[in-house]
Antibody
Framework: QVQLVQSGAEVKKPGASVKVSCKAS????????IHWVRQAPGQGLEWMGW????????ISAQKFQGRVTMTRDRFISTAYMELSGLRSDDTAVYYC???????????WGQGTLVTVSS | DIQMTQSLSSLSASVGDRVTITCRAS??????LNWYQQKPGKAPKLLIY???SLQSGVPSRFSGSGSGTDFTLTISSLQPEDFATYYC?????????FGPGTKVDIK
């Protein structure tokens, strides 16, 4: 069965970086884009960007350009999202999701809470 | 960027009610519209894609309609497990923006 399993919660200081992983199983990793979406406490969903695991090509929202780096390791079917220059308003749950070309983001990771606090 | 709005931030309804949630895009997005359900502490769940196509495994009481800029998610007979927050998202162009959400709670 398709699964996306994310890395555990992180606590970071302002200005630091965080790298969240998303390990895929149950399907051909290179066949589906991976989205990254975040949700601040009590707030709505915010699309950050996506990566093509086959080519490594990425598109990120302008808001995050220069701060977000999305990568993948095809050999271990894992996608990564690194966010630098962390601020308190980056405190959020970060989700990865698989994009099915037929439907849309059909499988989601369990989420990773990143807390930014001094 | 395409802005997505949802007219109600919350609504109260009873089990068995017909519930309609609306979403509007700031420009035409054809039928590139997804609907999600999210419960507290859980990841979003895809309900509807391409504005009106039901995702596999989703109960048929959920339906979607619309194209262009105006879209609707309908729950034909609200069930206890449907109390949640519902988000629309456009998949027409990046960034794939979400609406602010509509929380459906118990009247």
């Amino acid at each position: 069965q398709v699964q996306l399993v994310q890395s555990g919660a992180e606590v970071k200081k302002p200005g630091a970086s965080v790298k969240v992983s998303c390990k895929a199983s149950g399907y051909t990793f290179t066949g589906y884009h991976i989205h990254w979406v975040r949700q601040a406490p009590g707030q709505g969903l915010e699309w950050m960007g996506w990566i093509n695991p086959n080519s490594g090509g990425t598109i990120s929202a302008q808001k995050f350009q220069g701060r977000v780096t999305m990568t993948r390791d095809r050999f271990i079917s894992t996608a990564y999202m690194e966010l630098s220059g962390l601020r308190s308003d980056d405190t959020a749950v970060y989700y990865c999701a698989r994009e099915s070309t037929a439907t849309g983001p059909d499988y989601w990771g369990q989420g990773t809470l990143v807390t930014v606090s001094s | 960027d395409i802005q997505m709005t949802q007219s109600l931030s919350s609504l109260s309804a009873s089990v068995g009610d017909r519930v309609t949630i609306t979403c509007r895009a700031s420009q035409s997005i054809s039928s590139y519209l997804n609907w999600y359900q999210q419960k507290p502490g859980k990841a979003p769940k895809l309900l509807i894609y391409a504005a009106s196509s039901l995702q596999s495994g989703v109960p048929s009481r959920f339906s979607g309609s619309g194209s262009g800029t105006d879209f609707t998610l309908t729950i034909s007979s609200l069930q206890p497990e449907d109390f949640a927050t519902y988000y629309c998202q456009q998949s027409y162009s990046t960034p794939f923006t979400f609406g602010p959400g509509t929380k459906v709670d118990i009247k």
